[in-house]
C-alpha cells in the first residue's frame, strides 16, 4: 500500500514537470517610477588663471626732463631741439609687429605725442613730435623761431606688440590702432589705453 502511495506521487509530480506549455510572450513595460532625490552638490573648482589681454605685450618707457640733454640739430629745413632715447625695447618685434604711443605730461595731465601748438592769429607754432628706430626713440623740438625747449615734466612711451598684427611698421601700427578703437579705446588718454592693457602707473 505505502509503495503504491509513493508511486502514485511520482507519477503525479513527473506529469506537472512534462506537461508544463511554452513560454508565454513578454508582459507589457511597467509605468516609470519615482524620480530619485538630487545628489549633493559637488565642491567648487579652483578658479583658473586669467589670460593675457588682446593677445599683445606692452612695456612702458618712462623718461623725465631732467634726463634729457638737448642738442640742437637742423629738422626739416630748421632748427630744432632733439634728444635720442637708447633703449633695447625698441627691438625687431616692435618694428614689424608693433607700434610706439608717446604721450607727455604737462602739469599733470597727459596729452598724446606729437603735440602742436599754434596762436590764434597763426604767428607762432610750436611742435613736439617722435620717431624711432631700432634700439632708439627721438625726440624734436621746433618752433617757427627756432629750436625749444618744451614744458614736458615727463614721457611715457607705450611699446606694442602682438604676433597678430601684419608685419611691416606703418601696416602694423594703423592695425594696432584700429583694434584700439574698436574695442572703444581712445588711444589719445594714456589712462584708456593703459586700462586696456592692465598697465598700472
Not at 41 to 47: L, P, V
Not at 75 to 101: R, Y
Not at 108 to 118: A, I, S, T, V, Y
Not at 169 to 190: C, F, H, Q, Y
Amino acid at each position: 500500500m505505502f509503495k503504491l502511495m509513493n508511486l502514485a506521487i511520482m507519477i503525479a509530480f513527473l506529469g506537472f514537470v512534462s506537461c508544463e506549455g511554452p513560454e508565454g510572450p513578454e508582459g507589457p513595460v511597467g509605468p516609470k517610477g519615482d524620480k530619485g532625490d538630487t545628489g549633493a552638490t559637488g565642491a567648487t573648482g579652483a578658479t583658473g588663471q586669467d589670460g593675457q589681454d588682446g593677445n599683445a605685450n606692452v612695456t612702458v618707457i618712462k623718461l623725465l626732463a631732467e634726463d634729457i640733454t638737448w642738442a640742437e640739430e637742423e629738422f626739416l629745413g630748421q632748427p630744432s631741439n632733439t634728444f635720442i632715447l637708447e633703449s633695447s625695447n625698441v627691438n625687431e618685434d616692435i618694428i614689424d609687429h608693433g607700434a610706439v604711443f608717446g604721450y607727455g605730461s604737462i602739469e599733470g595731465e597727459w596729452f598724446q605725442l606729437p603735440l602742436e601748438f599754434e596762436l590764434s592769429d597763426g604767428s607762432f607754432k610750436v611742435n613736439l613730435l617722435y620717431t624711432y628706430g631700432l634700439n632708439w626713440i627721438k625726440l624734436y623740438a621746433y618752433s617757427t623761431s627756432g629750436a625749444f625747449e618744451p614744458a614736458i615734466s615727463e614721457y611715457r612711451f607705450l611699446l606694442i606688440t602682438g604676433n597678430t598684427v601684419p608685419g611691416s611698421k606703418g601696416a602694423s601700427e594703423e592695425s594696432i590702432k584700429s583694434m584700439l578703437i574698436k574695442a572703444g579705446v581712445d588711444i589719445s588718454d594714456l589712462d584708456q589705453v593703459m586700462d586696456y592693457y592692465g598697465i598700472g602707473f
